[in-house]
């Protein structure tokens, strides 16, 4: 081979070294980026968790939230066993089961929120029980607090954006008056 074969051959390789290190930074960025979008997710997730076992907690006795988060396990007020979570979930962006939580006036947890100081990539588009998480500059300010004074719509039966309470069948006898329709489980997509 002549040295300028060799030269031509070093050169094509450098240029496609090149190439594949690039594609490999590029993919990374990907991954990484899927990667905490998955993270947020478990997050909206857990948090959620606990706002409803919250909600649950604070409703089914004398209007009081837990001391700790291992009072949603196993309710000290009750003599038997009720539960309102059946795990304490840990913070899927720090990866340990510290949580930083909301006090309530009277000492007890009314919501909790992840340590994390990152950057969310999600700042829009939440659904209604989250519509405070829109815009928020890292993930320490998405908190999930259940607060009865503010709580437009149970938790238990919110509605996905688009759609709509199916209405009741109930029969009208004869002396009753029409009552407005309840509710259901089952959203149907509502018409534009």
């Known amino acids: 081979m002549t040295p300028r ?5 070093y050169i094509t390789v450098l240029i496609a070294v090149a190439i594949i290190g690039l594609g490999l930074a590029l993919a990374g960025e990907v991954w990484q980026t899927a990667r905490m979008r998955d993270k947020e997710v478990e997050l909206l997730y857990a948090g959620n968790q606990y706002r409803r076992a919250i909600q649950r907690y604070f ?57 994390s100081e990152d950057k969310p990539i999600k700042v829009a588009g939440f659904p209604f029980a989250n519509r405070e998480f829109e815009g928020a500059a890292k993930y320490s300010d998405w908190k999930f607090v259940y607060n009865p004074a503010s709580q437009q719509v149970p938790l238990t039966q919110a509605l996905p954006q688009g759609t709509q309470p199916l209405p ?11 009552q407005a329709p309840m509710p259901q489980q089952l959203p149907v997509p509502a018409v534009k």
């Open 5 to 9: 074969v060799r030269g031509f051959t």
């Open 59 to 115: 409703l089914s006795g004398l209007n009081q939230y837990p001391r700790s988060l291992e009072d949603l396990l196993k309710d000290p007020r009750k003599p038997g066993t009720e539960r309102y979570l059946r795990k304490l979930y840990a913070d899927p962006l720090t990866g340990n089961g510290e949580w930083g939580l909301v006090k309530a006036p009277d000492g007890g947890i009314m919501g909790v929120y992840s340590l």
């Open 168 to 178: 009741s069948s109930q029969p009208l006898g004869s002396g009753t008056t029409p």
